[in-house]
């Protein structure tokens, strides 16, 4: 049976794809973070290329190879790459080798603390190492799914199989863990250190509640989360991986326990991308056919930003002002909004 | 093949006990003069000397699914080695995956089926077991892990024939076909073998499993090739091949199951059978593959499983003067050959 959509959704929302700048990148497309007001598209090998916002376009060399992950603090860019290297790209456009891995293995996941502490981890091993301080590392039981540096503190949750590893890299003595069975692949804390998230390989979310380890698990997803963003002040959890927006919500003491996740912005694709503004109650979602949704997150409202046309959608992200709204697809094609 | 299953990266899983010859094989495919390039994922501590420019080590990290199903395990670095490749589309044409000696295939296999992104990206080829001719059937007898190499193989590579005696060989051989009937087996010499044997053989292509015949008769298939080589009389034996035939032995662990009916099955009771079959057996069910004829369908259906995961499809509408019969054949480890006779029977209309 053909389909038949009476209401024509797409016609009948505000757009503003008119407003949007073009930007070619030419090739792949893993992730775009923004250096001040520019930009910053990072290739899946060899380049990141600067725009500005006016679409002028500025490619920099930071690698040999394939570039794994990437993070960003608005100052710099911290990439892994597949030829061991954790490379530094800072706002000038100067790049710098920051760590080489002596086996020269996949750097697979990468964070950045607040403070200036980089994080990198091969294998099964995770290293961090703090400004002027020495490097130092961490050996977890499983090849690290995940990074991430806690708000408060010097403090690296590491995932992996069957858990999160909680490491003080400046103290002795055992970390701690947070077992849950299964393959964990991402990991975030909510910004105001009370819970830590972690995206499966299955398609499902996990939490503990850090003051008492109590869990909470966040299912019903078709596909595997990949894409995980904290709305304005750490109120909700926006996911990708349905065809919808998932966001759990995380204002209360007891996080999403008990409680059903709003579904925003339905489409007929998978939600792909999540950004959340820096600011306000909006979103940024994009979808599997190319589609990327401007959301308001208390009423849903929507406004179309790229029209369903191309690759999925494989990078998104604000400046940290929330004026000017990034993307591109799998296949580099690329554009920037400004509000 | 479907346009979708095309432009999938094809994977080859190169399996094989220690110092049988699957580093040698590996050089051979890469050295070839075959115009593709290769990501070549390799076990980490795994031999050194390979030419490539893709090289990933991996970790051979073998995790549980969450879904209840003790059988169900897969990869997890495969998963991640994978997601990274499969982001630099264009720079490679294949993926070859070669294990340690002593791991399973399975959970690589299942790697494939379970993880919906490395199945939009890229597609299981075949799995290619390199053997020893001369200690196989030792290690048949010592190592579990030779075994299930041997009965989970699309093709195997019979290296180092020159080593063994003629009797040793068909002894050699008869042990392999014991196991595993179903699977194109090429005898080599320092594994010189057609890449066209070991390389895109669509051995879980739905679109290809067209004959599900076993090989006893034709066990020097794919052999001709080697005639230029030079090595004396050791394999230049179809001719009088026959006289002595293929001893038949009877494998105490490993055995593979044959089933076929010419009565059109019923989809609506035949599926239940098989799927409770898979969930409740799929764990000693290494491999499993059908042919279906439905009544009041005019189309094949095929299927094929590695432990509890099964996947089918219709393929293609049976030609005009084509034998309509259902063909299923299972290989696995305690295989309660009685039980799925038994349910196989009481699944065909009367």
């Not at chain 1, 490379?87 to 790049?95: K, M, P, Q, S, T």
């Not at chain 1, 591109?328 to 094609?333: H, K, N, R, T």
């Not at chain 2, 299942?110 to 001719?133: G, I, K, P, S, W």
């Not at chain 2, 041997?150 to 005696?165: G, T």
Request: with cysteine; proline share 4%.
């Amino acid at each position: 049976m053909p389909d038949f959509n009476p209401l024509q959704e797409q016609e009948s929302i505000v757009s503003v794809t008119d407003r949007v700048v073009p930007v070619a990148i030419g090739a792949g497309v893993t992730a775009v973070h923004f250096l001040g007001d520019k930009a910053a598209f990072v290739g899946v090998e060899e380049k990141v290329t600067l725009v500005d916002p006016a679409g002028a376009t500025s490619p920099v060399e930071v690698a040999f190879g394939g570039i794994l992950c990437s993070t960003s603090d608005g100052k710099r860019i911290v990439m892994g790459c597949d030829d061991g290297k954790v490379v530094v790209l800072d706002r000038e456009g100067a790049v710098s080798t920051f760590a080489t891995d002596a086996k020269r293995r996949w750097i697979d996941s990468v964070a950045l603390h607040p403070d200036g502490a980089v994080a990198w981890s091969a294998g099964k091993t995770a290293f961090v190492q703090a400004p002027k301080g020495e490097v130092k590392s961490f050996e977890v039981p499983s090849t690290v799914g995940g990074l991430a540096f806690a708000p408060k503190g010097l403090r690296l949750a590491i995932a992996h199989y069957n858990g999160v590893t909680l490491w003080f890299p400046n103290m002795a003595g055992n970390a701690e863990v947070l077992e849950w069975a299964g393959s964990h692949l991402g990991v975030t804390f909510s910004p105001d250190n009370k819970f830590l998230v972690t995206a499966m390989h299955e398609p499902a979310l996990h939490g503990w509640r850090l003051v008492d380890g109590k869990h909470m698990r966040m299912t019903g997803y078709p596909a595997r989360v990949r894409s995980i963003a904290w709305s304005a002040g750490g109120k909700g959890l926006a996911t990708s991986g349905a065809d919808t927006v998932i966001i759990w919500p995380f204002a209360s003491k007891d996080g999403p326990m008990g409680k059903e996740p709003a579904m925003l912005a339905p489409l007929k694709a998978k939600v792909t991308m999540v950004a959340c503004h820096p600011k306000q109650d909006i979103l940024a979602a994009g979808y599997s056919d190319g589609t990327i949704l401007m959301v308001r997150i208390t009423d849903g409202a929507e406004i179309l930003i790229r029209a369903n046309k191309g690759q999925p959608v494989s990078a998104l992200a604000w400046n940290a002002k929330g004026t000017l709204l990034a993307f591109a697809d799998q296949d580099g094609d690329a554009g920037l909004l400004e509000l | 093949m479907s346009e979708a299953t095309a432009n999938k990266i094809p994977v080859t899983v190169l399996t094989g006990y220690l110092g049988a010859g699957k580093t040698t094989l590996l050089n051979r495919i890469l050295s070839e003069n075959h115009g593709k390039k290769y990501a070549v994922i390799v076990n980490e501590f795994g031999e050194i000397g390979i030419d490539n420019d893709l090289i990933i080590g991996a970790d051979e990290e073998v995790f549980e699914m969450n879904n209840g199903c003790v059988c169900c395990t897969v990869r997890g670095d495969l998963v991640r080695i994978l997601d990274g490749l499969m982001k630099r589309k264009g720079k490679f044409d294949a993926i070859i995956v070669e294990t340690t000696g002593l791991a399973d295939p399975a959970p690589v296999a299942q790697t494939f089926f379970v993880d919906e992104d490395v199945q939009a990206h890229a597609r299981l080829d075949a799995v290619v077991t390199v053997a020893d001719a001369k200690w196989l059937s030792d290690r048949l007898k010592d190592a579990p892990e030779a075994k299930n190499q041997i009965a989970f193989a699309d093709v195997i590579v019979l290296n180092k024939v020159d080593l063994v005696s003629k009797p040793e060989l068909a002894e050699v051989e008869a042990r392999i076909r014991a196991i595993n009937p179903y699977a194109k087996l090429h005898k080599t010499e320092r594994a010189q073998v057609k890449l066209s044997d070991v390389l895109e053989r669509g051995a879980f292509d739905l679109d290809r499993i067209l004959e599900i015949e076993p090989e006893f008769l034709s066990a020097d298939d794919g052999h001709e090739h080697h005639h230029d080589h030079d090595h004396g009389q050791h394999h230049h034996d179809h001719d009088h091949g026959h006289g002595h035939g293929l001893k038949h032995y009877h494998d105490e662990d490993m055995q593979s199951l044959s089933l076929r009916t010419d009565k059109a099955l019923d989809a609506s009771s035949f599926m239940p059978w098989l799927q409770d079959l898979m969930a409740k057996e799929g764990g000693k069910i290494l491999r499993s593959k059908g042919i279906l004829s439905f009544s009041g369908d005019d189309d094949r259906y095929v299927f094929q499983g590695v432990h509890m995961m099964l996947e089918g499809d219709h393929q293609r509408p049976w030609k005009d003067g084509e034998k309509r019969e259902s063909r299923l054949v299972f290989i696995g480890r305690d295989l309660p050959e009685q039980l799925i006779r038994d349910g196989f029977e009481k699944v065909i209309p009367s």
